[in-house]
């Protein structure tokens, strides 16, 4: 599985926590929707269980277009302490190119598991995803995937690993059982 980290936030519920993707030693990629957290926890397996490095947040840099229609959502966070590099901590890659990509995806998260039960997994989970062309995500910066599987409530935030890198960032479901994705690639400079 893939390492991500959880953001700490003021939490009404399990369900309003927030992932980020690791990206080097004090870097984390969310989604602008989740800066309300003030900690990143890394290295978190099982949620109820004391394990991981809490960091607090130095600084946050949301895209810069980023709208309250949820456009370019997606920002990087300044750790006030670096990361420590574990077996449960590691960095993941970025695409290199905007080239095409594997359709075969990893999601992964702690979002609902039970339909109709308000409370995430404790601990994580994973789901393979095939990407799908989807008129609605195609001029968007976006990726999506479709089905009765996919990420859940609660995953927002969490990576979209193809190939091994991260390739997007989960960010919401439609009413059709359209995934959507943010594309990293295209915020890459």
Known sequence: MFSISVCVCPLRS???????TVYSIALCL???????????KLGVHNVQQEQGQERL???AFPHPNYDEEYNNDIMLLKLEVIA???DHVRPIGLPLT???VSKDCLVSGWGHTIRNVKQGSPVLQDLNVTLDENQL???NHQVCSSGINGPAQGDSGGPLVCNGVAYGVV???TRNNTYIYVRIPDFLD
């Open 14 to 20: 399990f369900a309003d926590m927030c992932k980020n």
């Open 84 to 86: 420590v590099f574990t």
């Open 30 to 40: 969310c989604l602008c929707v989740c800066y309300r957290s003030i900690k990143v």
């Open 57 to 59: 947040v130095k600084q």
């Open 98 to 100: 905007k080239d095409e």
């Open 137 to 139: 995500c195609s001029d």
């Open 171 to 173: 960010s919401t479901k």
